[in-house]
Nanobody, 113 residues
Framework: QVQLVESGGAVVQPGGSLRLSCAAS????????MGWYRQAPGKQREVVAS???????YYVDSVKGRFTISRDNAKNTVYLQMNSLRPEDTAVYYC???????WGQGTQVTVSS
């Protein structure tokens, strides 16, 4: 059974940084496309960034230059380094494979002064 466990969310001031982690079990992250998603209150879940098996990355325009997705194959973990955080980055952040599996519990990121 594939499981995803997100962690690293917190309350941070605008301009701050966080690193989110996504630990996977039951499937090897380096073989699949892995994505980070977020869902803000009252909004649909959206993809934020992804990384493919070759290490190629994608970012939604709103986070380009601020967020970095990476992968530690030995730990079977995907990370999302978030810098220059803005209030509009406030959301629950999730990770998932492509093709998708059951969602994890997510991790809350709140950017507020």
């Amino acid at each position: 059974q594939v499981q995803l466990v997100e962690s690293g969310g917190a309350v941070v001031q605008p301009g701050g940084s966080l690193r989110l982690s996504c630990a996977a079990s039951g499937r090897i992250v380096s073989v699949y496309v892995m994505g980070w998603y977020r869902q803000a209150p009252g909004k649909q879940r959206e993809v934020v960034a992804s990384i493919n098996a070759a290490g190629g990355t994608y970012y939604v325009d709103s986070v380009k230059g601020r967020f970095t997705i990476s992968r530690d194959n030995a730990k079977n973990t995907v990370y999302l380094q978030m810098n220059s955080l803005r209030p509009e980055d406030t959301a629950v952040y999730y990770c998932n494979f492509s093709p998708m599996v059951s969602w994890g519990q997510g991790t809350q990121v709140t950017v507020s002064s």
